[in-house]
């Protein structure tokens, strides 16, 4: 059997390709994808148990709704929609704790896919060092899943993530959230689309529908399967629909995602007045 693929993604800067190295070490191609001027790098880390691991090292993105080529990779290798790269069986999420609502954005986008994650809370010395403390347990908690805290730099965390990667039996994240009762029928219906003529599982169509819709002006890079004819009409037709009753449906969707994740992070972190130095 092949090894699990895991997949490492993030905010650009958060600390992914310190993490990264620290796992792989020297267990590293680098090369770039076909067609794109995109970084491709894959690495293998090894379980306390010395089994391997395929770690893809995806490039730094603020969304899955691409407005970059390599925003656009990232979507298109999370989504299974390239053929020259596995679809990760696992995806690492990490964070900038310092930026944490605004990197859950993200994380809140890839909890879609219905695949197990792991989140990294990286950065802790600087959140600390600014006096806000994360509280991880409830993260945990509300997501259903483990929540690592490291400081990559310092290697510190390494260990308990490599742990966390190496279970057996990862947990699907708890994610329930409601869509706008405005687009959820065309959600619905692409979904439907993506699942009979594109071959998709479902929450993988669910996700892609998701993003079909806050994709404005969607990046294509080569390498990645083009919609189809059925799927692109029902596009079309929702979106000419709103159009003409004026509905704003990227940002409600947008809005719908920030409330979640606004309510996540204030659960989560405390900003003490005393700060270290
Ligand atoms: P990437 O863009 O997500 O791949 O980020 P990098 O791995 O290149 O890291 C960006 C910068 O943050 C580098 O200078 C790292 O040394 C630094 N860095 C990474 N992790 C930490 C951390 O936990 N704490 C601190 N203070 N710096 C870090
Ligand atoms: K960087």
Sequence with gaps: PRAPVYAFVGNPNCGKSTL?????GLKQKV???????VERKIGTAYSQHGQPMTVIDLPG????AARSPDEAVTRDVLLGRRADTQMPDRVVCIVDASNLERNLYLVHQILDLGRPVILVINMMDVAAASGLKIRIGRLEKQLGIPVIATQASRGQGVIELKLAMSRPDLPLPKHRWDIPAAISSAVAELQASLQDSDGKPPLIARAEALLLLTDQDPVRVSG???????????LATWKKRWEDEGTD??????????EIIGELAADATEQSATTVT
């Excluded at 990264?20 to 792989?24: D, L, P």
């Excluded at 993105?61 to 899955?64: G, I």
């Design 249 to 258: 449906w990227s940002a409600m969707l947008v809005g719908a995602r920030y």
């Design 20 to 24: 990264f190295n620290a796992m792989t």
């Design 224 to 234: 990645s399967q083009p919609l189809s004819q059925r799927t692109a009409q029902i």
């Design 61 to 64: 993105a603020y969304s899955l």
């Design 31 to 37: 090369g770039n994808y076909p067609g794109v001027t």
